[in-house]
């Protein structure tokens, strides 16, 4: 009978139990990344009356008797299901969506701790801490290589409060255009001027490696292209008579095959009607021929193209040319003009820094001289130098195309740039402007001459104005440059056996014998769940659960001490007996 009465106050402890852990479990539904836990009933040993025994001969067997005594909350289990995820206006809040936890040490990496709770925030030394004043661990930026090692031993996260970047000159700019290889151009500029001698400038004066352009491949003052074909020109008679063929020729055998041996034909053939007559081509791009210095004759011009056995007409180069025709005494003011002649033309610039994080505006121009090939010329402001030959501010190159239009080659490769402002001199910078016989980079296609990207990998000094965690959770920095990278990255942890984990308060779990080993590695990777920024993982509490559990629990208190009052009734029947 005495069996019954302690049954009944096991099953009351049992459910005492029950029902402390489901009340912390409802006291913990708005904190922060709790994990509830689940009381686990068991039996007590039983007292055998009677064991079993096998069937003999024509008796069957029997079942042991026993008599169970009682209950007990052999154990509690947390349940590590998933949180849901609650938005927050705070970026320093994080939450984990998956396995894992966020590795926490209250001793500067001698020990560690782990919890889900993301509610991290800067303390004024700079260090990343949870709400216990925690440390959170992970890999910090290294400041020679710009990275963060997440392979190193992890350390204490800490970003100095004013934190700044210094400049970082520029190593490289990369270029992807087209330049457009079609018969009609949008971007074109007027020709090189030509003087007098036969010397071609470009538009400042400068002399050195200038190139007056193919005619064949130049356009008139519509961005169409001539075109010219082997054997095409026209005939120019002065006014004596003679007729003067300016064939061209696009390998140089014949009369012409550049603007500046156009230029050097007509005035050759010019002289011998006035000799004081002077050609040039102006800054407008246009040949003009001026009769206005006395001593000369007077000129009569006709322009007619040139009729040849499988030679057809070139009608825009003839319209061009015509614009001369007419006549010219030789008197003052006397002078006339040929349309335009025009080159493709294209340009992109871009602000490069020297080590000091002042700007420089590195502008690169390119300019159509043949089918397959562009100047190409490169530029930076005064008192800026990227040569030593005048003028200094400028490097000459080229820049050449496949048939099907990939790139072939270009150079120069880098220049050597000196700011002269105090900065550090002779920085290299690297052109990337594609791989040869690849799509790459630079390209010249039949469509319209266009940049499609340039950058460049310097940045002038800046000061730390944001931070935000992205999935993999790396702190990334946003400075007043307009530069971001990544500063930290938080670290993670997986075990084996997550309810092997002992619980401490404050949200922080610790490591057991039966947790296994902390598996530390990045978010995201090997099992470990990703973290979502501005966000924390709420408690996963199930009220709707819990509040039912709580019936349970009262039913099952309630019938316990039925078994209790139940036992003293017989007790007292059985003591009656002896009155």
């Known amino acids: 009978m005495l069996k019954s009465l302690f049954s009944g106050v096991s099953g009351l402890q049992s459910h005492q139990v029950a029902m402390d852990v489901e009340s912390n479990n409802i006291a913990n539904v708005n904190t922060v990344g709790f994990k509830y836990s689940r ?16 069937p003999q001969g024509q008796l069957g067997g029997k079942n042991p008797v026993q008599i169970g005594l009682g209950s007990t909350a052999s154990s509690t289990t947390r349940i590590f299901s998933q949180g849901s995820i609650q938005n927050s206006d705070k970026n320093t809040d994080v939450a984990i969506q998956g396995d894992g936890f966020f590795i926490i040490s209250p001793d500067a990496g001698t020990t560690y701790k782990y919890t889900r709770a993301g509610d991290f925030k800067f303390d004024a030394s700079g260090n990343f801490v949870d709400n216990n004043g925690f440390i959170a661990q992970g890999w910090l930026r290294d400041p020679v290589t710009g990275k963060v090692d997440s392979t190193a031993p992890i ?53 050195t490696g200038v190139n007056s352009g193919d005619v064949g491949f130049m356009f008139n ?24 063929n300016y064939e061209y020729q696009p390998d140089g055998t014949g009369d012409f095959q550049t603007l500046k041996q156009l230029r050097d034909k007509i005035q050759a053939d010019v002289v011998n009607v006035s000799s004081t007559a002077t050609v040039i081509v102006d800054d407008k791009g246009k040949i003009k021929i001026d009769n206005s210095v006395a001593g000369g004759g007077a000129l009569n011009i006709t322009v007619e193209p040139i009729t040849a056995t499988g030679v057809t007409e070139n009608a ?39 080590s000091l994080g002042t700007k420089h505006t590195l502008r690169t121009e390119f300019r159509k001289v043949s089918a397959s090939k562009w100047d190409m010329r ?3 402001p005064e008192p800026a130098t990227i040569s030593t030959a005048a003028p200094t501010n400028q490097v000459n190159g080229s820049i050449t195309f496949n048939t099907d239009g990939s790139l ?66 790396t702190l990334i920095g946003s400075f007043s440059n307009g530069r971001s990278f990544g500063l930290a990255q938080i670290a993670m942890a997986k075990f084996t056996n997550n309810e092997g984990l002992a619980t401490e308060g404050g949200n922080v779990y610790n490591q057991t014998a039966n947790s296994g080993d902390p598996i530390i590695g990045t978010a995201a990777t090997a099992g470990r769940g990703f973290i979502q ?14 509040l039912t559990e709580l019936i349970i629990i009262q039913r099952g208190f309630q019938a316990n001490g039925k078994t209790i009052t ?14």
């Open 39 to 54: 009381a686990n009933f068991s039996d007590l040993l039983a007292q055998t009356n009677a064991i079993a025994t096998a």
């Open 155 to 207: 350390e204490n996260i800490n970003i100095p409060p004013g934190l700044t970047t210094p400049a970082q000159p520029t190593t490289e700019v990369v270029l992807k255009a087209n330049l457009n290889s079609g018969p009609l151009v949008e971007s074109y500029s007027r020709a090189y001027p030509i003087d007098a001698t036969g010397v071609v400038s470009d538009y400042n004066g400068n002399t």
């Open 221 to 244: 003052s519509n961005g169409e292209a001539f075109s010219l074909q082997s054997g095409q020109g026209v005939t120019i008679d002065y006014g004596d008579g003679t007729i003067y």
């Open 316 to 354: 825009r180069f003839l319209t061009t040319m015509s614009a001369l025709e007419g006549s010219l005494p030789n008197v003052t003011g006397a002078v006339a003009f040929s349309q335009d002649f025009n080159a493709a033309t294209h340009s992109s610039s871009i602000d490069i820094f020297d």
């Open 378 to 380: 490169i530029t930076v």
């Open 408 to 473: 072939s080659t270009y150079d120069p490769t880098s220049v050597s740039f000196t700011g002269n402002n105090g900065s550090a001199p002779n920085q290299t910078v690297n052109l990337s402007f594609g791989t040869p016989n690849k799509f790459d980079g630079m390209t010249s296609f039949d469509s319209k001459s266009a940049t499609s990207g340039i950058s460049q990998d310097g940045y002038t000094g800046g000061d730390l104005v944001g931070i935000r965690i992205d999935q993999s959770g």
């Open 533 to 546: 920024s501005s966000a924390l993982e709420a408690s996963n509490v199930d009220l709707s659960r819990a």
């Open 566 to 579: 139940t036992s003293d009734q017989l007790l007292q029947t059985l003591i009656g007996l002896k009155q």
